[in-house]
């Protein structure tokens, strides 16, 4: 029974043209497209990297002006029966090297080393020459792959395949063509990722090079990737059936541009050069709203204006701005802009030479625009000079942000990205400094049930990523519920192999089955008790719907007891898809005595209590909130925790920015709005981390899964002591539905996945690491951290009073449990704050809390913080 939406069902979407091509006027600047619209349109490729499609777009055209000039290269030619052709003149320059942000990115990127690369092709020829595959690695233009000639020349389109036999990120490929002859140049050609060889999904690059000898680079968004595949589609020249390349190399990850940050809009205007206000309400400040249901549109009723068109923003003063970012409309696609340009003024009159220029890809992703440099200004233009799809004379947009340069003490900054051999959709903090991740069946798809799984280890000391497929426990663990046990071990249940239980032990590196569920399920909650039984609840997505009451997994027999005293139905949403959706995901909170409160994302509260065959009684209402599914959870202090986002269904409804406070010391738990976050999300993934903050990455305003679209490009940073969300630095890649983050053991933040569609647009098989603002300096320096010197005892018990040494005098001790997160849901994480006190110089006693409802047995990272809140690395414990 396929969940999340089912990939076939619209994952092998037309090509955007087709899309552009149903469209023959502005009926969707009204909202009156049809459904499957907005369904095509989310297939469309991440383009959040746009900066660096322009450079593949621009070798598109610039290829396709280019002269078809015939060449036979003067020595001797293996193809007897070419033509002679006149030598072309010099070739012209590949005039894409001016996209400024373009190149500067691709510039940015290393070449990746081809040490153990392979490579294969569909054919080559051996006979009469040497055309094998294989001289397209050897570092030496005079030798070459080409398709076999001899004899019948196999047809066209030739393909050559690469294989990295690890997983990296990869952003462009760059073709050298052969020299001395211009046989077997390649014309137009797709570029094809896989994680495994087998699936390639739709293209990330097609085009046409142009015919000469110069090399080519072609970019795309930039991906994790094991094989790459380039599809020779036609000769560039059509004089034969040939392919040829002197050498294939990759770019790795371009890294970050700049670290940007979202600047806060209050006070802002905008205005347009034209603007539709009679037929729709089109006008410039809806692009300032926040409300991406809302957009600027140029005027369209009666005589259209022409393009260009152009919308100014006013900050009203001058700023430091480097970045802007475009979300297109969410009704329709007309008026998505394609070509555009960023100028800037100081008075509003005068405006400079383009900061930023080039042209977005035609789909419903937030894109970027990162400047040339950072400019000091109070009004930016944005020009734009074509419509993404050709559709007419319409200009449109959203939402325009605005961003300047992060300061790292305040915004925190990231790393590069890290290439999975698959779609981080779940993903656990292990004792031993890994983290284990997992997606379904298949490396970027589910579907079915399989009985096996792709799970992959990331050593967090070194990098590395070590793929395995798990298949002994006979459980396809897509959409599960997980629990991290108090011995360490996690506890994966039920999803696309709705009855089955799966352990997974960290110590020896081995999968395990346990009893099947009584109750077959797919996104059910989990919690570990404070007794180390393990509690579930819900999950109709997977195995039925409806009656999915809890049950109660025992670590001493590895059974499974039914609560019958626990049903669901006072837990669920209102979603408009009834039980199916409306028991997912539930926020559940251990506390004393086996007992747990589950607080959402309903928004009716319940206490449960696990006792014999349990009990639920009503715990009030999460304040004034609303349903929040999709909305997060996590436990920031003891008995605290804080709510955010969500949706009052599933899917295709507005998110929420809200955010509450949840107190749960007390016999009635105490709900409280709290500050807003600057963006609505669903889908969204927190962490808390050692300074009791909780940081939220990614989400959409609008939760559509498996869509890029409406993406919270802007993680938030919330602060206990002030109840507000501050922006961090912007990320570089969507995370959405199927996405995780998990708070590390040295205090950085782990944010990636997302995806998992098949041959969709919206995979992210990569993962990013955050730097929280605490650990830096304002220069982006890492700060002095205090580190944690003794020995500290692997397992400690509840109560125990353990002595701690420290290099220098600290202030404080915190406990984070290990996370394992998925679909927005973490359980496991919470904050435990310690007492402790000074015994010596830099020597202190800690107080692991005697209640197993406060420090809930399993892993936990210890942490020391200085009187600045500065982390030390965690030495990892086991409580319980
Ligand atoms: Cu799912």
Redesign the pocket.
Known sequence: MP??GWPGEWGRAPPVLGVGALSRRDDLCAGRGPAVFLRIITTRRSGTQGRLLILAALIALVAGMLPLVGHLGGTATAESDVPASPEPPDPAPAPHHEAAPASAMVAAAPTLPREGWTVSASDEETAAENGRAANVLDGNNSTIWHSRWSGTAAPLPHTITLDMHRTQVVSALVYQPRSGSANGRIGRYAVHLSADGANWGTAVATGTLADDATVKTIAFAPKGTRYLRLTAQTEAGNRGPWSSAAELNLLGDPGTPAQTVDLARDGWTAAAGDQETASENGAAGNVLDGDATTHWHSKWSGTATPLPHSITIDMKSARAVSALSYQPRRSGVNGRIGAYTVTTSTDGTTFGAPVASGTWRDDDTVKGATFTRTVSARYVRLTATSEAGGRGPWSSAAEIRLAGPASPAVHGSWGHLTGFPLVP?ASAVLPNNKMLVWSAYGVDRFGGSNGYTQTALLDLATGEVTQRRVENTRHDM??PGTAVLADGRILITGGSNAERATLYDPATDAWSSTADMNIPRG?QAMTLLSTKEAFVLGGSWSGGEGAKDGEVWSPATGTWRKLSGVPATTTLTGDPRGAYRADNHQWLYATSNGRVLHLGPSKQMNWIDTAGSGRITAAGTRGDSADAMNGNAIAYDTGKLLTMGGATAYENVSATRRAYTVDATGATPVAARTGDMGQARAFANSVVMPDGKVAVFGGQSYPVPFSDATSAMTPEVWDPATGKFTPLATMAVPRN??SVANLLPDGRIFSGGGGLCGDCATNHSDGAVFTPPYLLNADGTEKPRPAITGTVPAGLANGARVTVTTDKEVASFVLIRAGAAT?STDNDQRRVPLTSRSTATHTYEVIIPSDPGVALPGSYMLFAMDAQGVPSKARMVRIG
């Open positions: 969940c999340c959709v897509f959409c996104y539905y199927h679909h």
